[in-house]
């Protein structure tokens, strides 16, 4: 049993690292369309083909890294189709729950919240206030702990 939860232990360590890089490389490629095409929070539509956008580039890293260094293990076409399986019900979740929180105010309220606690944050990184790019925070909170679980299924079965 010490030796599962350590081995889990280590997986999800290593899972978050390259969850980490993944949200980087996701965000970075949201902010930059965003910013490439001047879209705000009313451009519903537009946003979502962004995150989208982002998600999938940052997709093909993951599934990549994740075999060869999260889980050490060979990748076959059964576990590709596993893992893409995994992060398409992943990408549901995520545009299902990012419009939701745009529709409720999620950003409006994370953006005043954070130029309220650290202003000088929002001075040197400006588009931390800006609602629309913070609405993909809260959703990361609640995906990431359900994605490692069916990652992790997906890529060490058989």
């Not at 280590?10 to 993944?22: I, K, L, N, P, S």
């Not at 490629?29 to 956008?53: E, H, K, P, Q, R």
């Not at 997709?59 to 060869?68: D, K």
Request: glycine share 10%; net charge positive.
């Amino acid at each position: 049993m010490a030796i599962a939860c350590r081995q889990t232990g280590g997986e999800f360590a290593r899972f978050f690292v390259v969850g980490v890089g993944a949200t980087l490389i996701h965000l970075g490629v949201y902010w930059l369309i965003n910013w490439l095409f001047a879209l705000g929070a009313a451009d519903g539509l537009a946003l979502t083909v962004s995150y989208a956008v982002g998600y999938v580039v940052s997709f093909v890293v993951n599934y990549i890294v994740s075999l060869r260094w999260t889980f050490k293990t060979q990748g076959s076409v059964s576990k590709g189709l596993g893992f893409a399986f995994a992060h398409a019900v992943n990408a549901g979740m995520h545009l299902l729950l990012l419009n939701a929180f745009r529709m409720l105010g999620a950003g409006d309220a994370l953006s005043m919240l954070l130029i309220w606690l650290t202003p000088w944050l929002v001075d040197l990184l400006p588009v931390l206030g800006r609602p629309e790019s913070l609405l993909p925070l809260p959703v990361y909170v609640i995906v990431v702990p359900l994605n490692f679980l069916m990652v992790r299924f997906f890529l060490k079965r058989g």
